[in-house]
């Protein structure tokens, strides 16, 4: 049988298959599509310190090949994540990474804190929503507050730390670099790239934040070169994510650099894309003689001339 188990670090999956963040809630609505034990690991909804109600609607429009979405992390605050969610994650089977996001450095130190005292396997700190106005992409943008951010992290839980990078930068690996020197135990990329949708009667944008975060397979090529660029400039893993649609899709991010993968807008328009993309990652393994899924990270080989 095919060998699918993957390492992001000091964590081992069951396979490189993560539900992506805000794509996924917190697994109850998707555990009535498959069964989620199955699946490498489920990436939580982004939660913040406090209940958020995120931004107003319309704030989802559908676009050539992808989505826009300016959501704007609505969801229910730390507390009663801890309280109400955290307990049915951890009986699902697989990895749980929990999400987090804050306005400033203080926000996320503290979420950092009281997660540490968990039975999660990693904290993936936000660092690149394009739909706040605060924290998140103004701290991603900028490699010296990256560092600053994930070494106080650092100092503060025990817990994996996973840096969730934004694309809408000159350079992802400075930012890649920034966040190893920091000392994250993984990188994330890429985050959705900031994109408009316009109502042409109504000469207004379709989205009322005007803006939001560009997702699905019209990202996948741009996705798939900063994870290359991001490969041979940092050594600690690489998370891919960013259009992948199926089980050829995790190979390519694979090759590229990524020891694993997150699933996005596939979730969306498939709820059972996760499982039905391990079971496409299988038979593309049988085809290519490959016996460990491992095999594949880092194996691209570029033309030189």
């Not at 009281?114 to 990693?122: E, F, G």
Request: charged content about 20%; some cysteine; glycine content about 10%.
């Amino acid at each position: 049988m095919a060998d699918l188990t993957v390492r992001v670090g000091n964590v081992q999956f069951a396979n490189p298959v993560i539900a992506a963040s805000g794509t996924f809630g917190f697994g109850r609505e998707m555990r009535v599509f498959q069964d989620l034990s199955r699946i490498g690991g489920i990436c939580s909804k982004g939660l913040t310190l406090l209940p958020r109600a995120g931004n107003a609607t319309p704030r989802v429009a559908e676009t050539a090949s992808g989505m826009l979405n300016s959501v704007g992390l609505q969801n229910p605050g730390l507390q009663s994540f801890l309280a109400n969610e955290l307990s049915f994650m951890a009986a699902l089977g697989c990895r749980i990474i929990i999400n987090i996001a804050g306005n400033d450095h203080e926000e996320y130190l503290e979420m950092c804190r009281q997660l540490d005292a968990t039975s999660i396997d990693a904290i993936e700190l936000n660092l690149s929503c394009p739909n706040v106005r605060e924290g998140c992409m103004l701290i991603g943008s900028n490699p010296q507050m990256i560092e600053k951010l994930v070494a106080a992290a650092r100092q503060v839980t025990r817990k994996p730390l996973w840096a969730k990078l934004t694309p809408n930068v000159t350079s992802i690996a400075d930012m890649a670099r920034a966040a190893e020197s920091g000392g994250a135990d993984a990188v994330v990329l890429i985050n959705t790239l900031l994109g408009m949708a316009i109502d042409r009667k109504l000469r207004r944008p379709l989205l009322r934040n005007n803006t939001g975060g560009l997702s699905g397979p019209a990202i996948k090529p741009i996705a798939l070169r900063m994870v290359a660029e991001t490969y041979r400039a940092i050594g600690i893993p690489i998370v891919g994510v960013g259009g992948i649609m199926d089980g050829n899709d995790v190979l390519e991010f694979m090759i590229a650099g990524a020891a694993a993968v997150e699933i996005g807008t596939a979730s969306l328009v498939r709820p059972t894309a996760c499982q039905d993309i391990i079971r496409e990652i299988e038979t593309i393994m049988e085809l290519d003689g490959v016996s460990e899924v491992s095999q594949y990270t880092g194996t691209l080989a570029l033309w030189n001339g």
